[in-house]
């Protein structure tokens, strides 16, 4: 009787090397992929804005070490920006100054620190105000 192809003249100890080459081989193809999804992540969404404007959006971005748009959450900027389509109001989401996206980012801010109900994620929350603060800080 031959069980996964042990007794099929393949001797039980190259069975196993073969078996562990192939769960090596499995891992590897396994750990790029997760690199690759989580490079992905990072750069999901960037908005378009002023040269100004995302140099400061990328140095909060280094700095904080907060993605602000993750794929897995719903952000506050995300409902703002939802909400702000909604009303007809301009599909760039910072805004083409730095002055839009100071009021944008205080509209963040505000949203974060007076929620109008608990937020689902907490962590999530303060990690988006401490983003928020810094690219504020950032715009000048």
Not at 29 to 57: G, L
Not at 84 to 100: A, P
Request: with cysteine.
């Amino acid at each position: 009787m031959n069980v996964n192809g042990i007794g099929a003249g393949y001797p039980a100890a190259g069975y196993e090397t073969r078996k562990a080459e192939r769960n090596a081989a499995g891992r590897n193809f396994a750990d790029a992929i997760s690199k690759a999804a989580q490079k992905k992540e990072t750069n999901a969404f960037r908005p378009e804005s002023s040269d100004e404007v995302m140099q400061a959006w990328d140095k909060a971005l280094a700095e904080t070490g907060v993605n602000p748009f993750p794929m897995n959450r719903i952000s506050t900027a995300l409902v703002l920006h939802v909400e702000r389509g909604q009303q007809g109001l301009s599909s760039t989401f910072l805004g083409d100054s730095v002055c839009s996206a100071k009021s944008m980012a205080e509209k963040i801010i505000h949203r974060l620190e007076n929620p109008l109900t608990p937020a689902a994620n907490p962590d999530f929350a303060g990690q988006e105000l401490i983003f928020y603060k810094k690219f504020l800080e950032f715009l000048g």
